[in-house]
């Protein structure tokens, strides 16, 4: 008889746990508390417009590979991808910058504004290369529960090359003294975990996925992936139950017995929990059972919450490729505004989405789908209509002074998605995006762990465990958490 395991969550993280446990022979369920399965990377559908509502970037293509590869299947059987070229656009407040997917147009790019640092750009690479060679294939898919681990002597001859002890701000600036190639540098690490003076510099193999890996489109957008997966899923025989949420995870003997949500209890051999960690911990446990403490999350450094909107125009926008950085204002104060002093931000930096540059099904002919990204501090209170509205006009004043037109008159749909609305929809702790950031202090086994060390059949994915944040690092999470599962049955065998 097939052994029986419930994911609570149908995000990337929980969709990957789902296939690799289908693959090992159990019955897999999976139940999220929304209709549709993508957690944080659903689909919007309004007027005629499709928008991601999460993730938008596609980086690091062989690690979507890699997972389908496992299943006997390639992406290329679910989804077409297209490198776009430009990779984005950096707006300054002074012109723009557009970071070419060719190599050697990008370091002819780094010559132009600092002469001497496209040879400088040739070194940090290959450095870069070599992390992420050594973090994607052996630090990754560690489960983060002891230092033993990381006793493999590859890892700790080149642990000095790592530069795990080194600040991604400062490895950047021993390479590059133009200020704006040190942003275009940083910029991965400060949208999606913690300011770059406080991140190993082991993360500049993001620069890596970037520059050499490339940014790509799915057709059909971010989507198409949530949309792989779950077909994937099925055709391993795992049984969706959407629209129905877990409310109380029961523990018997230290045991979790059964789940019991506001469609019925359910009893399994064995539980994953892809919902926020702190909610299962704080919402589903009885304080009894609980691994961490209150206080053990209030010290925890959270990556950025964000502000976002969902903009439907009924006519095209000039001089805007498919993705867009707005750094046309202060780099350093937005950066203390959402880690050192949280607050809203004076004037932020922003990000623009518009995916129907590429793809013509995301807007009616004639039209554009933009999607607005604010990063901002997890935490924040007085998410009202009247400062999204604010921060909203003057997001568009921007863009409309960037884009030479009037934009505001052509609006035909707007939606708005906050920090209250991430506790919502996703019971995210104080409204995060993005999970915990990634400082050195919340790294591998310093991060909470992907089993539960009160409960022994209860086991954790996602963006707050192991690797982190982000969707690669989330595909890989749920392969690293069902290891972990099927070891521990099978030892009790």
């Known amino acids: 008889m097939k052994r029986t395991v419930l994911v609570i969550g149908a995000g990337f993280a929980g969709l990957s746990a789902a296939a690799f446990m289908a693959r090992a022979g159990w019955s897999v369920t999976v139940i999220d508390k929304n209709e549709t399965a993508g957690g944080r990377a659903r689909r919007l559908q309004e007027a005629g417009f499709t928008f991601d509502m999460g993730p938008s970037w596609y980086w690091m293509p062989d690690v979507f590979e890699r997972f389908f590869?496992?299943?006997?299947?390639?992406?290329?059987?679910?989804?077409?991808?297209?490198?776009?070229?430009?990779?984005y656009r950096v707006y300054w407040n002074d012109g723009h910058t557009d970071i070419p997917a060719d190599y050697e147009a990008f370091r002819a790019l780094f010559e132009q504004l600092e002469p001497g640092s496209g040879t400088r750009l040739d070194k940090y690479l290959k450095e870069a290369a070599h992390k992420y060679s050594i973090g994607m294939q052996r630090l990754v898919y560690k489960p983060g529960r002891s230092l033993t681990e990381f006793l493999d002597w590859d890892v700790v001859r080149n642990v000095l090359r790592l530069d795990v002890f080194t600040s991604i701000k400062k490895h950047i600036a021993r390479h590059f003294k133009n200020e704006r190639l040190r942003q275009l540098m940083e910029f991965p690490v400060l949208f999606l975990g913690a300011l770059p003076e406080n991140t190993p510099a082991l993360y500049s193999l993001m620069n890596w996925a970037d520059i050499r890996g490339g940014t790509w489109y799915p057709e059909g957008g971010m989507w198409s992936i949530v949309a792989a997966m779950q077909s994937l899923c099925e055709e391993l025989g795992v049984q969706f139950r959407l629209g129905e949420e877990a409310r109380e995870i029961v523990v018997h003997n230290r045991t979790a017995t059964e789940v019991r949500t506001d469609k019925g209890t359910h009893r399994f051999d064995a539980v994953i929990s892809g919902a926020d960690y702190h909610f299962t911990e704080t919402q589903l446990l009885p304080p009894e059972h609980r691994t961490y403490t209150e206080a053990y999350w209030q010290r925890r450094v959270l990556a950025p919450s964000c502000l976002m909107y969902y903009v439907g125009l009924n006519k095209r926008v000039d001089n805007l490729p498919h993705h867009a950085l707005f750094f046309d204002v202060p780099f350093d104060r937005h950066a203390r505004e959402i880690y050192t002093d949280p607050q809203w931000p004076a004037e932020p930096l922003f990000y623009v989405s518009a995916a129907s540059k590429t793809d013509p099904h995301a807007a009616p002919e004639g039209c554009e789908n933009l999607v607005f990204l604010i990063p901002v501090a997890a935490g924040l209170t007085a998410d009202t209509e009247e400062i999204r509205e604010r921060y909203f006009n003057g997001l568009m004043q921007r863009l409309e002074r960037h884009c030479g037109q009037p934009l505001r008159d052509a609006i035909i749909y707007k939606k708005s998605f906050s920090v209250s609305d991430f506790e919502r929809d996703y019971h995210s702790f104080k409204g995060n995006a993005y999970g915990l950031a990634n400082t050195l202090m919340q790294t591998a086994?310093?991060?909470?762990?992907?089993?539960?060390?009160?409960?022994?059949?209860?086991?954790?994915?996602?963006?707050?465990?192991?690797?982190?944040?982000?969707?690669?690092?989330?595909l890989i999470s749920g392969e690293v958490v069902a290891t972990q599962v099927v070891k521990q049955f099978n030892g009790m065998s």
């Open 445 to 474: 086994i310093f991060r909470p762990s992907c089993r539960s060390k009160k409960v022994p059949n209860l086991f954790y994915t996602g963006q707050f465990t192991v690797p982190g944040p982000g969707v690669p690092p989330s």
């Open 69 to 87: 590869a496992q299943f006997g299947k390639k992406v290329s059987d679910y989804y077409q991808l297209t490198r776009l070229d430009p990779s």
